[in-house]
């Protein structure tokens, strides 16, 4: 398949997936670093729930290994237990994360 293409700046278009753990449906894709694109092998985790799954050579994505979770690096950790916990807080106040952010 062709490399995503950018939306806008730093938002990228990808293959239609679903989240597996929340169910969330997605077709953008952003790098927290903002230099590129998502490529395959690159870390995706759920804008929602904070899953982290990885892209596949066809830009899908497959769920990380417990190895795999287990050698990210700290600061990626850090963000992925952030958006776990700002979640949670959005569920306490009726709004999922996307909906907080996209109003
Ligand atoms: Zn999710």
């Not at 050579?57 to 417990?66: D, I």
């Amino acid at each position: 398949m062709s490399h995503p293409r950018p939306l806008k700046e730093g938002e990228y278009v990808v293959p239609h997936g679903v989240c597996v753990v929340c169910g969330h449906h997605f077709d953008l894709a952003s790098n927290a670093t903002g230099e590129r694109g998502p490529q395959p092998g690159d870390a995706s985790v759920c804008v929602e729930c904070g899953d982290v799954t990885f892209f596949d050579e066809e830009m899908r994505r497959r769920p990380a290994t417990p190895e795999e979770l287990a050698e990210m690096p700290e600061d990626a950790k850090r963000a992925i237990a952030a958006i776990k916990l700002t979640n949670k807080i959005a569920k306490a106040t009726g709004m999922t994360y996307s909906e907080r952010f996209h109003k």
